[in-house]
């Protein structure tokens, strides 16, 4: 299996918005999504590169697997 890289902020948020997840409000930098049936937003920040700390906890926010995070970015 491949490691989880820093990406540009895009990278992510294409996945996620393909796992359905939608864009809810932006504050500074952070950009926030929601999806229904899940309490919890999730968080990417508009960096030019995201760290792979951030990008794991909003996988875990999500309850996404590793398998499906690289099959979503095999979409990307």
């Given at each position: 299996?491949?490691?989880?890289?820093?990406?540009?902020?895009?990278?992510?948020?294409?996945?996620?918005?393909?796992?359905?997840?939608?864009?809810?409000?932006?504050?500074?930098?952070?950009?926030?999504?929601?999806?229904?049936?899940?309490?919890?937003?999730?968080?990417?920040?508009?960096?030019?590169?995201?760290?792979v700390?951030?990008?794991?906890s909003?996988?875990?926010?999500?309850?996404?697997?590793?398998?499906?995070y690289?099959?979503?970015?095999?979409?990307?």
């Amino acid at each position: 299996m491949p490691k989880i890289t820093p990406t540009h902020w895009t990278v992510p948020e294409k996945i996620f918005l393909l796992d359905g997840w939608q864009f809810d409000r932006q504050e500074g930098s952070r950009r926030s999504y929601v999806k229904p049936g899940v309490a919890r937003l999730i968080v990417i920040p508009a960096y030019h590169s995201v760290p792979v700390s951030i990008i794991r906890s909003n996988m875990r926010t999500a309850n996404m697997s590793r398998e499906r995070y690289f099959a979503l970015l095999s979409q990307v």
